[in-house]
C-alpha cells in the first residue's frame, strides 16, 4: 500500500530556534498534501494544505510566517517552525493525496511528536 | 464551524465482545465520514468510509453506521481481539472539503 514518511519521529528543541519537519510519499506521487497538529486530548487541526509548486493554503489562525511550508515536488513537503515556543510543542502529522485519486484519498504520515523547551 | 464529539473518550473490554463507538457533528452538511485507527508511532489507517448517500458501510468485524440527519455514527466492532487496541478517530468532511476529527476513542481489548 502507499506509505507516507514523515522525519524526525521525535524532535527537542530550545526556544528560539526554527525546526523543519519533513513528510515524503515513498512510493506515489502526491499534488497535494495536508498538514494537521494534535494537541494532547484533542483533535487533529488542519493547520494548511499544500499544493506542488504554489503556495500552501492555511487555515484560520495559523500563522503562515511561523509555520512555513514548502511543497517542491510530487513526493515531499516540509514544515519549518521557525522561533519555535513552548506552546509550538505539539504532534505533527502530515497526509499525502495522490495526484490520481481524489481528496478521500489520502495517506497519513507516521506523526512528528515536537518538544520546545 | 463543524465540531465532531466522540463518546467514550476511553474503553476497555474483555476479548471477545462486542463494542460500538460513538461520533456526533454538529453539521449535517457533510460530503462523508470516515473511522480512522491510529496506532502509536504509526499513521492514520482508513478503517471505513461513508458517503453521505448511504448509511453504512462493512468491512470485516467492523461496521459503520452513518445518521446523517441527526448527525450521528456508530462504528461497531464485533468479536473483539487484543490487536483491536488502538484509538478509532471519526472524520467528517465538510465545509472547504475538509476534514474534520473527533478527538478520539481509546480502546482497549484485554485478553
Known amino acids: ?117 | 464551524k463543524q465540531e465532531v464529539t466522540q463518546i467514550p473518550a476511553a474503553l476497555s473490554v474483555p476479548e471477545g465482545e462486542n463494542l460500538v463507538l460513538n461520533c456526533s457533528f454538529t453539521d449535517s452538511a457533510i460530503y462523508n465520514l470516515q473511522w480512522f485507527r491510529q496506532d502509536p508511532g504509526k499513521g492514520l489507517t482508513s478503517l471505513l468510509l461513508i458517503q453521505s448517500s448511504q448509511r453504512e458501510q462493512t468491512s470485516g468485524r467492523l461496521n459503520a453506521s452513518l445518521d446523517k440527519s441527526s448527525g450521528r455514527s456508530t462504528l461497531y466492532i464485533a468479536a473483539s481481539q487484543p490487536g483491536d487496541s488502538a484509538t478509532y478517530l471519526c472524520a467528517v468532511r465538510s465545509g472547504a472539503n475538509n476534514l474534520f476529527f473527533g478527538t478520539g476513542t481509546r480502546l482497549t481489548v484485554i485478553p
Open chain 1, 1 to 117: 500500500g502507499a506509505v507516507v514518511s514523515q522525519h524526525p519521529s521525535r524532535v527537542i528543541c530550545k526556544s528560539g530556534t526554527s525546526v523543519k519537519i519533513e513528510c515524503r510519499s515513498l512510493d506515489f506521487q502526491a499534488t497535494t498534501m495536508f498538514w494537521y497538529r494534535q494537541f494532547p486530548k484533542q483533535s487533529l487541526m488542519l493547520m494548511a494544505t499544500s499544493n506542488e509548486g504554489s503556495k500552501a493554503t492555511y487555515e484560520q489562525g495559523v500563522e503562515k510566517d511561523k509555520f512555513l511550508i514548502n511543497h517542491a515536488s510530487l513526493t515531499l513537503s516540509t514544515l519549518t517552525v521557525t522561533s519555535a515556543h513552548p506552546e509550538d510543542s505539539s504532534f505533527y502529522i502530515c497526509s499525502a493525496s495522490p495526484s490520481t485519486g481524489g481528496p478521500d484519498t489520502q495517506y497519513f504520515g507516521p506523526g512528528t511528536r515536537l518538544t520546545v523547551l
